[in-house]
């Protein structure tokens, strides 16, 4: 800005940056001042590029993520240890290649080996740690190699837990780099990043932590059996998983030998509990097998429980009378008899050979009185599958209708009623039954000569006619209350 | 970069340059201080540059691993900051043309849809839709202010970011982006008038910015 225009020459954004930016020299910007003093509009302008300059301020500037020092450091390493081996290039050509020209005469494949086996290697530690890199989370979940052996000695984790998905990872030995190098150039780009977030996580333990990983890998490499350890850590990382928050921190706490031995106590209450719940292909399995040893059974019973049995028309509802007669606990003229009374070890092996094969194997780990209860625990469940779940009547007859009519009308409490009258018609009818069912533990027609159940003291009397049907929302709108 | 006796006296002064001697005799540990106090300033300079926070970080390991590669060739003639930024700047160049070229393809394979348009028309059509002058939120206002950044050439831009996040003189900034501090200020200049045109909304008289914005 020269003198002679100071105060008439009109100021370019380009001054008025300038100034703001303190890159004007110091008597342009005095004289820029002086004009500002009397000028409003070139204020005007000079606010309105501070106030955009000051808009800038709004713009987030996040820090870089977490690990990005660790992660640039590393690959700055990685770029020395290539650029080592570049520098060492022309040595180890000539080196290379006299060797291969030598092997090549002899063996052309053994002479390919014998040089990749010597080249330096920028990823070392990442191949020597890939193995642990792949199964942190499994390998953290294990002490060391005792408590591994100790559960491979008491016999757990031996095979896939039915209820368990089998974990993938193999076991890659120490001695192979090479086999991890394959598997990670086989990886696809998410397994790749994968592989990147472990070793982040590895990277993120303390020392001793890392040292004890390498630790393990090595103790299981050096071990008699490996793949079956591994394979053990791995089975027992998935189980400890699925495991409720609280007994994994319990177990979390004990000692390795107690560990073990609450392990131990744990899978067989798991077995328990999962032999003990019917599933739809065992459901399907026990419903074939029954029919089969129906008449057979019949024909164990006493007489007078035979000929009421034998009363009914098919031998669907045959099969249910006998059913509900082996599992009631009621009693009515003293005749009892077991499944295991009337059925002999070999019709129960026929059963267990045609199970699926986790439940075979959870039902072999049982002797035959245990065995036995359990089948005798699955009757009712097949029976609810069967019967009550499936059919808009099931084990009713016509003539049981009446009696259900009873039972809604005087058995259900407040709550059930308004229940039941809430549901589509069908499903009420159904649950009707299920709870008929559930308390007088068989349709009225098993029971002759008893009468249907009687008003509870309490509950309130008759709400409808007993001769008219119990109705759903879809056909008749319930009775005023 | 020329390096004179009196350009590398200057650059003496600054303790950073001094680390970055230590990273050309081999100290590891110079590098690493140097990543640190540098990272968050250059991830955040090239996020705004190109306006993705992954290709950010991506680009500044880039940046660090050149800066390292180059540790043996060093010689002090800038501050520190001064040559990290000039890698910057290259490497934000190259990454930013080469996504252009692959817009060109994806954009010549598209069938002629809706025109999306730059990021100057998607802030004038929303400048003047906010017209007149409304009370703003934050966060609408930032997203503005980013639109408005990106609205400018990525020249402008880096000058902008380098500028006002950097705080480096028109000398410096002419070092790091290979221009003359006379193309510098220009290049300012064009840049504050463009921005001001597209914030204008909130320019209103009586608005300080940064102030009446605030939750």
């Given at each position: 800005m020269s003198d002679h225009h100071a105060n008439t020459e009109p100021l370019s954004d380009e001054q008025l940056v300038a100034y703001l930016d303190g890159e004007m020299p110091s008597a342009d910007a005095r004289r820029l001042e002086a004009r500002l003093a009397d000028d409003g509009g070139l204020r005007s302008r000079l606010n309105a590029l501070d106030r955009t300059w000051q808009l800038l301020d709004q713009l987030e500037t996040d820090a870089a993520g977490r690990g990005f020092t660790r992660t640039t450091l590393e690959m700055v390493a990685a770029a020395e240890e290539a650029e080592r081996s570049f520098t060492a290039a022309p040595r180890r050509r000539v080196r290379r290649a006299a060797l291969a020209a030598a092997l090549l005469l002899a063996a052309g494949m053994a002479g390919f080996l014998a040089v990749a086996a010597v080249r330096p290697d920028p990823n070392r530690r990442l191949l020597e740690d890939f193995p642990i890199l792949e199964n942190l989370e499994r390998y953290r979940a294990v002490d060391g190699i005792d408590f591994l052996t100790a559960l491979h000695r008491a016999g757990l984790f031996q095979e896939e837990l039915p209820a368990v998905e089998e974990p993938p990872g193999e076991w890659v030995p120490v001695a192979s780099p090479d086999a991890a190098r394959e598997r990670i150039a086989a990886m696809d780009r998410a397994k790749k990043e994968q592989l990147r977030r472990w070793r982040e996580q590895f990277a993120a333990l303390d020392a001793d932590e890392q040292a004890r990983l390498r630790r393990l890998y090595h103790d299981l490499a050096a071990a008699r059996e490996p793949e079956t350890l591994h394979a053990v850590a791995l089975r027992y990382y998935e189980w400890l998983k699925a495991l409720p928050p609280i007994a994994r921190a319990e177990l979390v706490e004990l000692s390795p030998a107690e560990r073990v031995e609450r392990i131990e106590n744990l899978l067989a209450r798991q077995s328990r509990d999962r032999i003990r719940r019917l599933g739809a292909e065992e459901a399907q399995v026990l419903g074939a097998w029954l029919s089969e040893v129906t008449d057979q059974m019949i024909e164990a019973l006493p007489e007078s429980a035979q000929a009421r049995i034998r009363q009914e028309a098919d031998s669907q509802r045959r099969r249910g009378a006998l059913l509900m007669f082996l599992q009631s606990s009621r009693s009515s003229d003293g005749v009892r008899r077991s499944i295991d009374q009337v059925l002999g070890e070999g019709d129960l092996a026929e059963l267990r050979a045609r199970l699926p094969e986790s439940t075979r194997l959870d039902l072999e780990r049982h002797a035959i009185p245990e065995q036995w209860r359990i089948v005798k625990g699955w009757i009712p469940q097949l029976v609810r599958h069967r019967f009550?779940?499936?059919?808009?009547?099931?084990?009713?007859?016509?003539?049981d209708e009446r009696t259900l009519v009873e039972f809604f009308e005087h058995e259900l409490d407040d709550a059930e009623f308004d229940r039941l009258l809430a549901l589509p018609a069908e499903e009420m009818q159904r649950e009707l039954r299920r709870l008929y069912l559930q308390r007088s533990?068989?349709?009225?027609?098993?029971?002759?000569?008893?009468?249907?159940p009687r008003p509870r003291p309490g509950l309130r009397p008759s709400?409808?006619?007993?001769q008219e049907p119990p109705s759903g929302p879809g056909r008749s709108p319930p009775a005023p209350r | 970069m020329v390096v004179t006796e009196s350009s590398t006296r200057r650059a003496l002064r600054d303790p950073d340059v001094h680390l970055m001697l230590e990273v050309r005799e081999g100290s590891a540990v110079a590098f690493e201080q140097l990543v640190a106090r540098y990272q968050d300033r250059l991830v955040a300079v090239l996020d705004h540059l190109v306006g993705d926070r992954d290709q950010a970080e991506d680009l500044a390991q880039e940046v660090f691993l050149r800066v390292y590669r180059s540790r043996q060739r060093y010689?002090?003639?800038?501050?520190f900051a001064t040559w990290l930024f000039t890698i910057a700047n290259n490497a934000a160049l190259n990454a930013l043309r080469s996504r252009a070229r692959r817009r060109e393809v994806n954009l010549a394979a598209r069938?002629?849809?809706?025109?999306?348009?730059?990021p100057l028309d998607r802030m004038l059509q929303a400048s003047s839709s906010q017209m007149p002058a409304r009370q703003f939120d934050k966060a609408e206002l930032r997203a503005n202010v980013r639109l408005a950044l990106e609205s400018l050439s990525e020249r402008q831009r880096m000058a902008v970011l380098l500028c006002k996040f950097?705080?480096?003189?028109y000398t410096d900034i002419a070092q790091a982006m290979d221009l003359t501090p006379k193309a510098v200020k220009s290049l300012l200049a064009r840049a504050r008038a463009n921005l001001r045109e597209v914030l204008a909304p909130y320019l209103e008289e009586g608005h300080r910015p940064g102030t009446e914005y605030d939750e």
């Open positions: 009550v779940r499936r059919g808009p009547r099931g084990l009713f007859s016509e003539t533990k068989g349709p009225p027609s098993w029971r002759p000569g008893t009468p249907g709400r409808r006619p007993p | 010689q002090p003639g800038a501050k069938d002629s849809g809706a025109f999306r348009g730059s950097e705080g480096m003189s």
